[in-house]
């Protein structure tokens, strides 16, 4: 059973029992500084919900309640501070939903709050999502005055067909023409494309990927389509392509951003030198991250504990807990807990081991406050299937357990 953190009227977590630092075979060793920070930003509201989309997002039946939404987000901010206090922010991610949706003053008002009560880090990455149907001049232009410097478009696929099977609202002109303009407006631009699409073949895979090549974003990410549990493709499965194409798909993918100067860093991420999405990496190398607004999630990190947090799902039970902090009301936050000790090396490898060149082993300690020694046996039964590779002081995942990472990190499970 998970410990619940109390939370005062503050926001702030009340001291918890930490006097047996032994839970199963990990013993707690603390935390000597804290990881880097991150902050991320959600808005939940979309045009239309995709059939595969399994995140925190709501269509936007009526009008969207943006200058409320944007004071609740900055009461949210306000009550998290005390528990990040003076901590300097290295990314802001704003994600969705469809974060486009919002206007540029919005986007302007929220990082203005942000940098008056968090230190923001000089030249700080911030990065804002976008959507194909939902971009103009004027919003990339009035986002990159606002202070964004980085813009993921959710392209999924030039092909019109498969973005029709996929319930994209954009086709594949707007696709086309809002990557060209993101690359216009800013030096850093994330495209996201997908494969294993229904009906897909390997031929119209490897267009898409060379489309997005040719466009020449400085970071492509490229997922497979997964049938999420409560979405409607996964209650009625469109015809997708077998293992076997799928596989060939990824494998031929991986080989042509290759050859074109793109470094595979993560098994969904691909860059130019020295062009890695800041933010991502962090939440890789099992950095901090404050996350507020309806539904987001946190990871916080301190001497003696390393905490999660969520908040309330609903836009409309967000903004009202957010509005509203009281004695019998916790803010915007809805729930908060304390990570088990005996379950923080799975937590970390979950995360970094989707590195593909993986971490150094005193990474580990330094964001665990755990000693090496509670995951070395499980390393070395790794190592044993040939899942990883241990070089010195490093652990690299092998191609084999790139393909095969759920069951790499199921040997870290508590």
Sequence with gaps: ??????????????????????????????????????LYIHIPWCVKKCPYCDFNSHESRQEIPEKRYVAALI????????????????????????????????????????????????????????????????????YKQAGVNRISLGIQSFNADYLKALGRIHDDKQALAAAELALKTFERVNLDVMYG????TLEHALQDAQMAVSLDPDHLSFYHLTLEPNTPFYRTPPSLPSDDISADMQEQIE?????????????????KPKSQARHNLNY?????????????????????????????????????????????????????WVIEPADLGFEFMMNALRLTDGFDIKLFAERTGMLWQTVAMRVAEASKKGLIVQDLNRI??????????NDLLALFLN
């Design 396 to 405: 690299t995942p092998t191609m084999l357990g790139q393909r095969y990472l």
């Design 255 to 271: 080989a042509l951003l290759q050859e074109n100067g793109y470094e595979h860093y993560e098994t969904s991420a691909f860059c």
């Design 75 to 142: 009461k949210d901010l306000e009550q998290s501070v005390p528990r990040v206090y003076g901590r300097k922010i290295k990314s802001v991610f704003f994600g969705g939903g469809t974060p486009s949706l919002f206007s540029a003053d919005s986007i302007d008002e929220i990082l203005s709050a942000v940098r008056m009560l968090t230190p923001l880090e000089y030249g700080a990455e911030v990065t804002l999502e976008a959507n194909p149907g939902a971009v103009d001049t004027n919003h990339f232009a009035g």
């Design 197 to 200: 699409l229904p009906n897909q």
């Design 284 to 336: 890789w190398q099992f950095g901090d991250y404050l996350g507020i607004g309806a539904g987001a999630h946190s990871k916080l990190s301190y001497h003696d504990k390393i905490t999660r947090e969520t908040r309330h799902k609903h836009p409309k039970v967000f903004m009202e807990n957010a509005e509203n902090v009281r004695e019998q009301n916790n803010g915007a936050v809805d729930n908060a």
């Design 1 to 38: 059973m998970i410990p619940i953190i109390p939370i005062n009227d503050f926001g702030l977590a009340k001291p918890i029992n930490t006097n047996s630092p032994v839970l199963g075979d990990a013993t707690l060793s603390g935390l000597k500084n804290p990881p880097p920070l991150s």
